[in-house]
C-alpha cells in the first residue's frame, strides 16, 4: 500500500505540480491532505484511488505500482494539457477548425525552426 502512496507523489512531482495543485485538481481544500497521503498517514477510499488515477490520466493499477499494467500515459508540459482540456470540448467542428488552423501554421514555413528543434529534442 506504501507504493500507492509514493507513487502519488512521483506523479504529482512529474507533473510539476505542487501539493496545493494537486489538492485544488482532486477536491481538497488544501495541500494538507495531500501531504498526508503522501506520507502514508490517510489511507485512500476506492473512490478517491479512481479521482488521483483520473487526474493523473493513469490507471488505478499504475498507481498502485502493479508491474503488469500498461505504462502510464508520459506526463504532458501544463501548455499542452490546457490545449487538450479545451480541444476536448469542442463539437467536430471545433476540432476540425483547430486541426486546419494548426495545419496552416506548420505548412506556413514561419515554424520550420521550431519543427526541427521538436525533432532534435523529441
Known amino acids: 500500500m506504501l507504493d500507492l502512496y509514493k507513487n502519488i507523489k512521483m506523479c504529482r512531482l512529474s507533473r510539476g505540480w505542487s501539493q496545493s495543485d494537486l ?14 497521503i503522501e506520507k502514508g498517514a490517510v489511507d485512500l477510499s476506492q473512490s478517491q484511488i479512481v479521482k488521483f488515477a483520473e487526474v493523473f490520466s493513469v490507471s488505478p493499477c499504475d498507481l498502485f505500482g502493479d508491474t503488469d499494467a500498461p505504462a502510464p500515459a508520459p506526463s504532458l508540459s501544463p501548455d499542452r494539457k490546457d490545449l487538450l482540456d479545451k480541444y476536448d470540448v469542442l463539437n467536430d467542428e471545433g476540432k476540425a477548425k ?19 528543434e521538436g525533432r532534435k529534442s523529441g
Open 98 to 116: 483547430v486541426l486546419d488552423y494548426a495545419s496552416d501554421l506548420v505548412d506556413s514555413g514561419k515554424y520550420d525552426d521550431y519543427k526541427e
Open 23 to 36: 489538492a485544488s485538481k482532486v477536491g481538497y481544500s488544501d495541500k494538507s491532505m495531500i501531504s498526508k
